[in-house]
């Protein structure tokens, strides 16, 4: 068990430029959630998978930003025409159950900036 | 809408002091309550999880509280160390609306003073 893993760590874009950040969750853990967290504040929602489904999005996900999580396992989570205001650390984490009460493990994150 | 909030923002310590942080929600309808700590620039370390039956978790020197009816929990900490030093959040999980998605407060910055 090598716990939550997110790549890449860093991320420094220009404003406009699409960018794609890889999640792997914690081996057979059913539920995979993206949060995103600002400087100074808590994380926030984005959405989270159940299996492969997609069962929920925040209002923070705007259409430019897309979620995967094509064979259950790991997800993609993409960011189209990149704005200066998406700068923040995006963190995934997953749950071992199908129970919403179960603990949620995070990984490291990736910090993205957009120039 | 749940709301998460953290007093003090920020606390310094020296070492050694007991010490207690606190967390509060205005929606008493949570499965559980979670705190975390978060070092500078890094992900979250799950600390304790008190579900909503419970009133209080301990592991090692830490100890979390709940009190639903108040809505309030706390973090006490016992015999602080310059290693404590990180942020701590407190994180709520609410019966309806999303399924399984954590409410944050903003964190408490914690400095322990060797």
């Known amino acids: 068990d090598t716990g939550v893993s997110q790549d890449p760590r860093h991320k420094i874009t220009k404003r406009g430029q699409n960018v794609t950040f890889r999640c792997d969750p914690i081996s057979e853990h059913n539920r995979l959630y993206w949060y995103r967290q600002t400087l100074g504040q808590g994380p926030e929602f984005l959405t989270y998978f159940q299996n492969e489904a997609q069962l929920e999005k925040s209002r923070l996900l705007s259409d430019r930003f897309s979620a995967e999580r094509p064979k259950g396992s790991f997800s993609t989570l993409e960011i189209q025409r990149t704005e200066q205001g998406d700068s923040a650390m995006y963190l995934c984490?997953?749950?071992?159950?199908?129970?919403?009460?179960?603990?949620?493990?995070f990984g490291p994150g990736t910090r993205l900036t957009v120039l | 809408k749940q709301e998460v909030t953290q007093i003090p923002a920020a606390l310094s310590v020296p070492e050694g002091e007991n010490l207690v942080l606190n967390c509060s929600f205005t929606d008493s309808a949570i499965y559980n309550l979670q705190w975390f700590r978060q070092d500078p620039g890094k992900g979250l370390t799950s600390l304790l999880l008190?579900?909503?039956?419970?009133r209080e978790q301990t592991s090692g020197r830490l100890n979390a509280s709940l009190d639903k009816s108040s809505g309030r929990s706390t973090l006490y900490i016992a015999a602080s160390q310059p290693g404590d030093s990180a942020t701590y959040l407190c994180?709520?999980?609410?019966?309806?609306?999303?399924?399984?998605?954590?409410?944050f407060g903003k964190g408490t910055k914690l400095s322990v003073k060797p």
């Open positions: 984490a997953s749950s071992p159950r199908l129970s919403v009460t179960d603990t949620q493990y």
């Open positions: 994180a709520g999980l609410n019966y309806g609306g999303s399924q399984g998605n954590l409410i």
């Open positions: 008190i579900q909503s039956s419970q």
